[in-house]
């Protein structure tokens, strides 16, 4: 009996402290604060997989960077000559590629959408036609490589003939000046030859008004011609005798010069070749004026007219925009049928003009 009054007594002291109702308050209190404040962390912080990755990967491009850099101050300082090559090397190689990649994104837009290529914007059209010039060049190379231990005897071809095998993005700035002095000089040596058998052809065209706008055109040597002189002449070029398709062999290997294509095929292949690429630029010139040539940087106005047959490295900007003016007057008044006569433009209007007597 006493100890059961203990007991009650120790109950009863409890139960006057705490309460049932409060110690299950006190528990659910004890709990929200638990769950709002998370669960203990720890002193240590962990970084994720993907943070370890990141970071050596970040480390290991700084420290790739930091070794490149040494690379090239010693190159420069030991081997001057060597280094200029290299930067240039490496640099043509990072210019190629990004050409490559702006070249897939058109084609790709290109093949979404079904655009031809006369319906591209001038600059997507010359990015094109640039660089499948280029990668025709670069094929050549890859394919000369091909046999074991070739490499070494293509980087020693390269060295020695950069002008032959290489495209400009691999070429010094004194090499770009003088390496298009030497294409046009090549194709300049054509204009004469290409004169002559003009001369050659009057007697057979039946228009005596025709016979005289273009003996004109052939004797007055030393002058520009007008572009009315050389749109009157456009009858001339549609048929016989210097029609795209009655033109003969000869006449079309030094026309094949002067458009820096190898004159060494046979005729049809000329023909066809002299076709494409006359057609081409006839979409570049009715894209170009759209444009306007005033919306061309210098690089561009002086690209477009050594296309077109003018040696522009040694002609002002301001010269060299005034001869694409008249140059796309000339090609975007012809039709079609008339596109030899935008092939002799290249000797007729680049010949004579200002300053190309060099």
């Known amino acids: 009996m006493a100890l059961s009054r203990v007991c009650w007594a120790r109950a009863a002291l409890w139960g006057s402290a705490v309460t049932p109702g409060s110690f299950v308050t006190r528990r659910l209190q004890l709990g929200r604060s638990v769950l709002a404040w998370g669960a203990p962390r720890s002193s240590k912080l962990h970084l994720s997989p993907k943070a370890d990755v990141k970071s050596l990967i970040s480390y290991v491009v700084t420290k790739t960077k930091v070794i490149n850099g040494k690379y090239h101050r010693f190159l420069g300082r030991h081997f001057p000559r060597f280094y ?9 190689l990072q210019m190629f590629w990004a050409d490559a990649k702006k070249a897939r994104r058109i084609k790709t837009n290109m093949w979404k959408h079904n655009i031809k290529f006369h319906q591209l914007s001038y600059r997507e059209m010359e990015h094109l036609r640039q660089f499948r010039q280029d990668v025709t060049k670069c094929l050549f190379i890859g394919i000369i490589s091909i046999p074991p231990f070739a ?9 020695l003939f950069p002008r032959q095998l290489l495209i400009q993005h691999f070429w010094t700035p004194k090499q770009q000046i003088d390496f298009l002095d030497i294409y046009h000089a090549l194709r300049k040596q054509s204009h004469s030859e290409i004169i002559s058998y003009l001369e050659r052809v009057i007697p057979l065209i039946s228009d005596a008004g025709l016979q005289w706008h273009l003996s004109e055109m052939c004797t007055k040597r030393g002058i520009h011609p007008a572009i009315h002189d050389i749109l009157a002449l456009r009858k001339c070029f549609c048929n016989h005798p210097l029609g795209m398709n009655q033109l003969q062999a000869l006449h079309m290997k030094a026309l094949s010069r002067a458009m820096l294509l190898t004159p060494y095929l046979p005729p049809p292949l000329l023909r066809h070749r002299l076709k ?4 081409v630029i006839h979409h570049l010139d009715r894209a170009l004026a759209k444009l306007g040539v005033a919306q061309l940087t210098a690089q561009e106005v002086k690209s477009a007219c050594y296309l077109r047959g003018l040696n522009s490295t040694h002609i002002a900007e301001d ?5 694409l003016g008249e140059w796309l007057q000339i090609s975007c008044t012809l039709k079609e049928a008339e596109l030899s006569l935008l092939l002799h433009n290249v000797v007729l209007l680049s010949t004579n003009y200002l300053g190309t007597r060099r």
């Open 276 to 279: 494409t690429r006359t057609t």
């Open 151 to 159: 490499n070494y005897l293509v980087f020693l071809l390269m060295y």
């Open 84 to 92: 200029v090559l290299y930067t240039i090397f490496m640099k043509g």
């Open 319 to 323: 010269r060299c925009r005034t001869w």
